[in-house]
């Protein structure tokens, strides 16, 4: 194992992680960095990256009997010890695998314009945050670092990945580890409003799980004893920092705006609560 990560070559760098090569591997580190409406803000957020990174694993572990992923051991560099982890090298899927269960955030938006999510018809009369009959797919393009996501309807999203058959497959499989998740969150007294995944395959593997999974970043959690359909939820996820990044008239171009202590604190609060309830384990 390399000494550091400066004996490594770095792979790629985004948002929250930056990848690393090791050899035939990646080793996978997660920042304390927090992005809103896809701008990295100036502060972090202590034991931001830890919790990103446990969290993937115990669902990594949950979910290995639906869909295989890449993680290999958490055989890291000292420094990354707790927030990285080895996984094989995929070639990724260029779209975000969303799933929705409830009608919030940009699906809210576009259901309001048009009485679809990503050219999926909805029912008339939803309201802000309702459960929807069953868990929809409606993925999203990968944006370059700076700008943002743009949802695509399904036959769109099988032209960026070239098959419709892998396409209906990656939907399956996304629906049901968000099923899974669900499952386990509600059984916690948390709600799994929506969430995204990232595929790519591996030679014997079409579809292999990557990135993170099921994290405060890449998903909504709201409490169940709180929730209320009509109306936004509170939430355990980064929902509060940009609720607060919209509170100060922020115009969602860079920089973003600084973040005082109490939502820096509040915002790591959350963020623990939502690891510790979900996998029943604290945060050493």
């Known amino acids: 194992m390399p000494a550091t990560l400066d004996d490594l070559k770095l792979h790629a760098s985004g948002k929250v992680r930056e990848i690393y090569e090791d050899g035939e591997e990646l080793i996978m580190v997660a920042s304390d960095r927090i992005s809103v409406y896809d701008v ?69 938006k576009e259901y309001r314009e048009t009485g679809e999510v990503c050219g999926i018809s909805l029912p008339e009369g ?6 929807l009959p069953e868990p929809i797919f409606t993925p999203a393009t990968k944006a370059e670092l700076g700008d943002h996501d743009e949802n695509v309807d399904f036959d769109r999203a099988a032209e960026i990945i070239g098959s419709r058959p ?18 386990h969150a509600a059984e916690r007294g948390i709600i799994l409003a929506d969430t995204k995944f990232e595929f790519g395959q591996s030679p014997g593997a079409e579809v292999v799980l990557a990135d993170e999974v099921l994290t405060p970043d890449s998903s909504r959690f709201w409490p169940a004893d709180t929730y209320e359909p009509g109306k936004a939820q509170p939430s355990f996820d980064k ?46």
């Not at 892998?166 to 499952?183: F, K, M």
């Not at 600084?258 to 604190?265: C, K």
Request: glycine share 6%.
């Open 239 to 284: 929902q509060y920092v940009r609720d607060y990044a919209d509170s100060v008239g922020w115009d969602h171009t860079p920089p973003g705006p600084e973040l005082p202590d109490d939502v820096v604190q509040n915002t790591r609060a959350k963020y623990i609560e939502a690891y510790e309830r979900i996998t029943d384990r604290k945060l050493d």
């Open 166 to 183: 892998l396409t209906e497959e990656l939907r399956r499989v996304s629906i049901d580890i968000y099923e899974r998740g669900a499952e």
């Open 126 to 131: 939803l309201q802000e945050s309702d459960k």
């Open 40 to 108: 990295i803000l100036p502060t972090e957020i202590p034991d931001k990256g830890r919790v990103l990174t446990q969290m993937s694993l115990f669902w990594f572990e949950l979910t290995a009997d639906v869909c295989p992923n890449h993680f290999i051991s958490e055989d890291v560099p000292a420094e990354a010890a707790g927030r990285g982890m080895r996984v094989r090298k995929l070639e990724m899927y260029p779209v975000e695998c969303v799933v929705r269960g409830y009608l919030s955030g940009s699906g809210w």
